[in-house]
């Protein structure tokens, strides 16, 4: 069964029974205080007191031999690294997901996002492995103010698990992680703290067309 939480994932993840899940694929707030141009922000994105106890919750509701991917804001890559390190995470490989523009510019010109893979254990590794350089396709950021396109999402999904399994994201925001996971014929665990992202990503799976998007 498939689920999608409004709350705290510090008070919702503690609920969740130990190594249930089969995979873990998150963007969490990037420590960055981001505000977009209509104004739209995203909820504890200032500090990191969230930051070790939310990866410790994860690393435990996540089934051993398995894996995590996540986003992360770089120029906060310390907090990141400790809290993972700290939950009991082992690094085992970096995803850049390059677009064909520039998001911002100012020493350089940004054209990519970027995930750390994460294991739990020891993983099998996958027969076609995901390639490190995912093609980014802007997705408009209509649901959300840093949206990820299904497109790179789904790859991760597909290469780290088999349909009836289940995803989790403890930071869902517009539900993106999860409307990938359904389109897979996968189990989804979703929470998601901000009231407006919640009820857009209950919209989305909703939806009869969400195969479409």
């Known amino acids: 069964m498939s689920y999608l939480m409004h709350g705290d994932c510090l008070d919702v993840l503690p609920e969740i029974p130990d190594a249930i899940v089969d995979f873990v694929l998150t963007d969490p707030p990037y420590l960055v205080n981001y505000h977009g141009r209509s104004g739209r922000s995203i909820a504890n994105d200032v500090h990191a007191d969230w930051l070790a106890p939310a990866f410790a919750e994860t690393y435990r509701v996540l089934k051993n031999d398995a894996l995590c991917a ?8 310390d907090l990141f690294f400790d809290a993972w390190k700290r939950a009991g995470f082992r690094i085992v490989g970096h995803i850049v997901f390059a677009k064909p523009y520039a998001s911002k510019a100012r020493f350089v010109k940004y054209q990519h996002e970027s995930a750390y893979l ?13 390639r490190d350089v995912i093609p980014w396709k802007y997705s408009g950021n ?3 103010p840093t949206e990820k396109p299904l497109g790179c999402l789904r790859p991760l999904i597909e290469a780290f ?14 539900g993106s992680t999860c409307v990938a996971a359904q389109q897979l014929d996968r189990r ?12 857009t990503a209950q919209a989305r799976l909703n939806r009869c067309d969400v195969i479409a998007e």
């Open 70 to 77: 996540s986003f992360y804001g770089w120029t906060r890559t």
């Open 118 to 130: 994460l294991a739990k254990g020891s993983p099998a590794v996958p027969m076609l492995p995901v």
């Open 142 to 144: 209509r649901h959300h």
């Open 188 to 199: 989804y665990i979703g929470i998601e703290l901000d009231a407006t992202w919640y009820a």
């Open 161 to 174: 698990t088999q349909p009836g399994e289940v995803v989790l994201d403890p930071f869902a925001g517009s």
